[in-house]
């Protein structure tokens, strides 16, 4: 390559400002010896860059980028020298085309530096979409745990509505002067159970509520016995908590006349029709 040619490169490379510094230092101080041929090529050039229809970012290509321009260029003259007359290379050409494949190839690099940046803010965007999925995603699992623990809540709300009616219930009865209360006393050696009944004999309706009575066994359930006539009437099938405590409503008692005693058996789940399992609780009177 003659010393001029490789001012051809520079030129072109000058006219999109992607030179280094000493590359710039050389091409200005060729300029200043009032080259013709070059001032030309520089004004072709940015009548070239002037219809280009929109702004190209100062991107610099990386030197290694650079350098590969360089290479390229080389190429494409030789293969254009060789391969086209110059006229009918003109001709085919567009404008900006014609005025030097260098210029064309600068750009391409450019455009490709430009490419690569935008490249960049996708995936900077795609990071910041998938981080914001997460967080949808991680919000979504925490209203779910939060409907969860909403549910539980209200679940509890209502075991206290309930607690609160049954705790109401005893109110009235224990300042109804009409009712009686009779005890049942736990039948087991060294058992803290025991039983109560408040009877509001006027209204035939009792509340029936056992104490520290011992877990139930699978299977089997407690029920609630009237002796009346000498006969067991079953009022009723309860379950304990885990403290063994329950309090059931009682209704349809027998006569108060012919009431003899009240009794807790344990029996089989769904209750017996008459006591069968051991007694664990049972009235004085
Ligand atoms: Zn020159």
């Known amino acids: 390559m003659t010393n001029h040619e490789r001012y051809d490169e520079l030129i072109s490379i000058y006219s999109l400002g992607a030179l280094d510094e000493n ?9 200043k010896g009032g080259c013709g041929v ?22 610099t290509p990386f030197p290694r980028v650079k350098e590969k321009l360089f290479k390229k260029i080389r190429a494409t003259k030789q293969i254009e020298e060789k391969t086209f007359a110059p006229t009918f290379w003109e001709r085919l050409q567009p404008l900006w085309l014609r005025l030097g494949s260098a210029v064309a ?14 490249r960049d803010k996708l995936k900077e965007q795609e990071i910041v979409i998938s981080s914001l999925k ?5 919000q979504s699992e925490i209203m779910n745990s939060l409907r969860t623990q909403l549910a539980t809540k209200e679940v509890n709300l209502n ?10 219930t005893m109110m009235e009865f224990l300042q109804n002067p009409e009712v009686v209360t009779i ?57 304990v908590d885990e403290r063994g405590n329950n309090i059931i409503q009682v209704a349809n008692i027998p006569d108060p006349s012919k ?14 029709p008459q006591p069968t399992g051991e007694m664990y609780l049972i009235s004085a009177s």
């Open 23 to 31: 590359q710039l230092k050389e091409i200005e101080e060729h300029l």
């Open 38 to 59: 070059c001032e030309e090529m520089l004004k072709e050039n940015e009548k070239v860059l002037s219809l280009i229809p929109y702004s190209i970012p100062s991107a």
């Open 105 to 118: 190839l600068a750009l391409l690099i450019i455009l490709f530096a430009f490419n690569l940046s935008l």
């Open 134 to 138: 997460e967080q949808v995603t991680n």
């Open 159 to 168: 075991n206290l509505k309930e607690q609160i009616a049954r705790q109401s």
């Open 183 to 239: 005890n049942l006393a736990g039948l087991k050696q060294d058992s803290q159970a025991y039983g109560r009944v408040l009877w509001d004999k006027k209204y035939n309706k009792a509340l029936f509520y056992g104490l520290n009575l011992p877990p139930i066994p699978s299977g089997k359930i407690y029920q609630l016995w009237v002796i009346a006539d000498n006969t067991p009437i079953s009022m009723g099938i309860f379950d």
């Open 259 to 272: 009431v003899q005693k009240f009794a807790v058996t344990l029996e089989p789940a769904g209750g017996v």
